[in-house]
């Protein structure tokens, strides 16, 4: 085995015992760059702990939600149900301070959040399902639980309608499909985000972090520039699209 192998060997069992605050730390600074990135690579493919994630949601839950459903119309978004790899990456460029959220700093310290926890709470959240609805049920049925149908219902998110023109939106929103799909839920295999069942506060709130360069829109194409092309009518019509598609 050569000084590589066996570099990148340890690395990835430090990782894989320890879910140690200087994982990051370690590789950074004794392996070459490009083994950095296979040795995140490895980390990206490792199998996450869901119940570890279940637990550190607890503290996620205290803004975002029990669920993940975010809260406060759109103070806090919603991450149930989005990307794990999306999640992940949030998670790193806030602990980088690339993406600057002062609120999150000392959530994703390494010593509070050590890099397994951000894969396994980024596959927890990816994996809750929020419906718009309640299925219908006959509440006279001799199994019917009251209990679980008031649990079931914590966990129905509905985004109120926003304003705007949605026909309008819906042909304006074929700009957008072939990134975040056609039913506005995004794209795990490529970690693009939903954004139907986010909240359109939120939404409005992250236009001008993309049009001032503070988010990244593509990251294969940094200078695209695609919001810039819609008006504010029409970024309105296609939230107001997005805020109906799955009613």
Same mark, same amino acid.
């Given at each position: ?26 590789? $950074?600074?004794?392996?070459?760059? /490009? ?17 570890? /994630? ?32 999306? !999640? ?52 006279? $049925? ?19 309608? $926003?304003? /705007? ?15 975040? /799909? ?12 939903? !954004? ?6 939120? !939404? ?16 294969? $194409? ?26």
């Amino acid at each position: 085995m050569n000084m590589f192998q066996y570099s990148r060997l340890f690395g990835y069992r430090f990782m894989m015992s320890a879910k140690s605050t200087l994982t990051t730390l370690w590789l $950074a600074l004794a392996c070459p760059a /490009g083994l950095y990135a296979a040795a995140l690579s490895d980390f990206m493919a490792m199998e996450p702990d869901l119940l570890n /994630g279940e637990d550190i949601n607890e503290t996620c839950a205290g803004c975002h939600g029990e669920f993940g459903q975010g809260g406060k119309e759109g103070e806090y978004p919603r991450l149930a149900g989005q990307p794990r790899d999306f !999640l992940i990456k949030q998670l790193l460029l806030f602990r980088d301070r690339t993406r600057p959220n002062l609120a999150m700093v000392e959530y994703v310290d390494h010593r509070q959040m050590p890099d397994l926890d951000i894969l396994d709470i980024s596959a927890f959240l990816e994996a809750v399902e929020l419906p718009s609805k309640l299925p219908p049920i006959d509440e006279t $049925a001799p199994d019917f639980n009251a209990y679980q149908r008031l649990v079931d219902a914590k966990r129905v998110v509905q985004i109120p309608r $926003a304003q /705007g023109d949605v026909e309008n939106g819906k042909t304006l929103y074929k700009e957008c499909r072939s990134c975040h /799909g056609s039913d506005g839920y995004g794209d795990r295999e490529k970690a693009v985000p939903m !954004l139907a069942g986010q909240y359109t506060e939120y !939404l409005w709130r992250q236009v001008p972090k993309y049009l001032e360069g503070i988010r990244i829109h593509d990251e294969d $194409a940094p200078s695209d520039e695609l919001l810039k092309e819609f008006s504010e009518t029409e970024l309105g019509d296609i939230f107001a699209y997005l805020s109906v598609i799955d009613d």
